[in-house]
């Protein structure tokens, strides 16, 4: 049992209450690998934000669990060593699925997790995230539950279809679980496919699919259900045109690649969303550099002469993100 607190990480519980106050959010960024998290500490260090680090199911089987804990107990370290002189970081379980997994993450150090129920019937959802709740308080760790569904399909995280969450439900659901925050679904997914081309209208001069708006009605009712009460918006991805372009021209594949627009995302910020994960902008700045390094530079195969370019891109983006859509920069 590794508490997070000795690895220099926070819970989200002060953060999110300052948030909230602030009128800001919190960027949840995923993390897989090296150059995400170092391209994330730099971001956040610059900038002086507080961040989420996010471990998907998918990233613990990809980069194995144990590993990615010590990379954010180093990520402390590292901040430290960037002139943050104190780090305001969480590590957290994105997605959890079951109570095994959550407890698993808490003992070895993880400092908020999320229990994802949303695709359980109600009561079994409660249920579940009632549990996790009773075993993470006992260390002082966060908990993230879900109310309602997201459409879109990524990996582990797969729905048909979304429901939006029904803000009826808010007040039972948090009082009865006691969790510290809620994921909620008002229209936006996983991935860089959020809308399908039949849902959007078409810029006639770029020819750029301009996405529905979200439902910014259904948040105002969950606001005045709960209020002051921490909400997270999961797919916050905005999939900048820029990186499909630059995929695209360059041997990539990724039509109508369509994404949430910034000024839907600052304005959900500036409410109660005091979270926002994103996880598919970073893929897509990767991805982006990467192919374009290996259509102009066709003799090259040092690693870092491509990873290298594309975390100074993913910290580019990470930037962006936190000063001109989160206003989380300056406060931590
Ligand atoms: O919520 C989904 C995240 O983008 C994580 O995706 O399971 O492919 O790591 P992943
Ligand atoms: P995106 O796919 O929009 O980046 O969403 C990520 C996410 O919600 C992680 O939980
Ligand atoms: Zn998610």
Same mark, same amino acid.
């Given at each position: %049992? ?22 800001y959010a919190?960027p ?15 971001a956040?260090?610059?900038k !002086?934000s507080?961040?989420?680090? /996010? ?15 010590? %990379? ?20 957290? +379980?994105?997605? =959890? ?12 150090? *993880? ?75 008002? =229209? ?6 959020? *809308? ?36 997270? +918006?999961?797919?916050?991805?905005s999939?900048p /045109? ?9 041997? =990539? ?9 910034e000024e839907?995302l600052r304005?959900?910020a ?12 970073? !893929?897509?700045? %990767? ?11 066709? =003799?090259? *195969? ?11 891109? %993913?910290?580019k983006l990470y930037e962006h993100k936190i000063v001109n859509v989160l206003g989380s920069d300056?406060?931590?």
């Amino acid at each position: %049992m590794v508490s997070y607190k000795e690895l220099g990480l926070v819970n989200t519980r002060e953060m999110f209450a300052k948030a909230v106050a602030g009128g800001y959010a919190i960027p949840a960024f995923n993390f897989n690998n090296m150059e995400q998290l170092q391209a994330i500490i730099k971001a956040a260090a610059t900038k !002086r934000s507080p961040v989420i680090l /996010q471990v998907s199911k998918g990233a613990r089987s990809y980069a194995n669990q144990t590993l990615l804990r010590y %990379m954010a107990q180093g990520a402390v370290e590292y901040a430290k060593e960037l002139g943050w002189e104190n780090p305001q970081i969480v590590l957290h +379980l994105d997605h =959890g699925d079951t109570f095994e997994t959550c407890k698993s993450c808490v003992d070895m150090g *993880f400092s908020s997790v999320m229990i994802d129920g949303s695709a359980l019937p109600y009561d079994e959802n409660v249920a579940l995230t009632k549990k996790v709740v009773e075993y993470a308080h006992q260390f002082d760790v966060t908990v993230e539950a879900e109310l309602g569904v997201l459409a879109g399909v990524e990996d582990e995280v797969a729905a048909e279809e979304s429901h939006y969450t029904r803000p009826e439900e808010v007040i039972d659901f948090t009082s009865k679980t006691g969790c510290d925050s809620l994921a909620i679904s008002i =229209g936006t997914s996983h991935g860089a496919y959020k *809308f399908k081309p039949e849902q959007c209208t078409r810029d006639p001069k770029t020819g750029i699919l301009i996405p529905p708006p979200l439902a910014f009605d259904v948040l105002a009712e969950i606001e005045k259900k709960l209020p002051g009460f921490p909400i997270v +918006l999961h797919g916050s991805s905005s999939v900048p /045109q820029e990186y499909v372009k630059i995929i695209n021209e360059n041997g =990539g594949k990724l039509p109508d690649a369509v994404g949430i627009p910034e000024e839907q995302l600052r304005k959900a910020a500036k409410s109660a969303v005091c979270k926002i994960n994103i996880d598919s902008d970073s !893929r897509l700045a %990767m991805t982006a550099i990467v192919r374009k390094v290996f259509n102009e530079k066709p =003799g090259e *195969f040092d690693p870092r002469k491509y990873l290298g370019p594309a975390r100074d891109e %993913m910290q580019k983006l990470y930037e962006h993100k936190i000063v001109n859509v989160l206003g989380s920069d300056g406060k931590a």
